[in-house]
């Protein structure tokens, strides 16, 4: 995929940053040693961690050069790591390895999120928050567009992106660690108009559809998405729209 740009990202940094607020929220512990924050991005999670732990050695970890150049300047005192988190080798004493909407892009994340649970001390947590929107009209009309489109073409191979497992699956995956809390949280996300649903996608899920077009299939695959996202998601009394997005969020404790 072409690279990630931490200026569209942050253009709903608001949005994107209240799951981070709520998973931190509910990690149980008072005063890590090391806190690193796998898929770092802008640093907006950083930043929420930074203030949860203002006194932890904290690290943000990214594959994007643009994302960290953004959180260096943003967190100019926190080391930023540029890895790819399938193949990185978790640091010793880190007290909370935190992950917000990072492993649904990651082949095998599964064996990742293991890989972090045993490099835990005992009592150190694994806090995790991913989409759970691919079944989602958002989602469902990328596919649909691509398929029908006369670009169908470039798309004969599928876009890849992990479909989540169920949580019964995560909490087996977690359990034999030590204690797991689960949930599941769907917002509604009042956006201007439909052309915002699309601006945010751009930023994220659209990403891999778009890197396959030149610019003129992007123009046209964009007008068609967004004409689709319009009749899915209906203006409100307000003339705004409600963009339904679940997540599902982790926290596992090293017993």
Known sequence: MAAWSAGQ????????????????????????RRVVDIGCGPGNSTGILRARWPEAELFGLD????????????????????ADVSAWEPMAGVDVFFSNATLQWVNGHQAVMQRLMRALPK???????????????????????????PWRD??????ARQVMDAPSAYYDLLRPFGPVDIWHTIYYHPLADAAAIVEWLKGSGL???????????????LAEYQARIAAAYPPQVDGRVLLRFPRLFMVAVRG
């Not at 929220?25 to 890590?32: C, K, M, S």
């Not at 643009?66 to 926190?78: E, F, Q, T």
């Open 9 to 32: 990202y942050v253009k709903f940094e608001d949005e994107r940053s209240r799951p981070s607020v709520e998973l931190v929220a509910r990690v149980p512990v008072a005063d890590p």
């Open 63 to 82: 594959s994007s050069p643009d994302m960290l150049a953004a959180a260096r300047k943003r967190l100019p005192g926190v080391t930023f790591i540029e």
């Open 123 to 149: 009592g150190g947590v694994l806090a995790v928050q991913v989409p759970d929107n691919q079944s989602e009209p958002t989602h469902a009309l990328m596919r649909d567009v691509a398929a029908g489109g």
């Open 154 to 159: 470039k798309f004969a191979t599928p876009i």
């Open 207 to 221: 990403r891999p559809f778009l890197d396959r077009l030149d610019d003129a299939g992007r123009k046209a695959f």
